[in-house]
Nanobody, 117 residues
Framework: QVQLVESGGGLVQAGGSLRLSCAASGSTFSINAMGWARQAPGKQREFVAVISNSGSTNYADSVKGRFTISRDNAKNTVYLQMNSLKAEDTAVYYC???????????WGQGTQVTVSS
């Protein structure tokens, strides 16, 4: 099993920045892809970004150009740098990992990001 622990959420004004981190432990040998999803109040969880072991990335259209995903394979950690934040980015952000970008089977507990307008 893989355990994921997120950190870095908080309250920020619109236009500001936050950096989320997620550290993986346990059966990390099984991880190829790591990523982030988010869930706003009253809405379904949605994909934000994903990165493979090789560094290949993919982003939701809503965050392209503003968010950057990166990872440190030696530390089994994935990051999400969020710039130019908007009120609509307010959500609980979840870290996810798995053997492939379509096999993201492990989830963290989530970290709250609140953007005030």
């Amino acid at each position: 099993q893989v355990q994921l622990v997120e950190s870095g959420g908080g309250l920020v004004q619109a236009g500001g920045s936050l950096r989320l981190s997620c550290a993986a432990s346990g059966s990390t040998f099984s991880i190829n892809a790591m990523g982030w999803a988010r869930q706003a109040p009253g809405k379904q969880r949605e994909f934000v970004a994903v990165i493979s072991n090789s560094g290949s990335t993919n982003y939701a259209d809503s965050v392209k150009g503003r968010f950057t995903i990166s990872r440190d394979n030696a530390k089994n950690t994935v990051y999400l740098q969020m710039n130019s934040l908007k009120a609509e980015d307010t959500a609980v952000y979840y870290c996810t990992a798995g053997p492939g970008r379509y096999l993201l089977s492990s989830w963290g507990q989530g970290t709250q990001v609140t953007v005030s307008s």
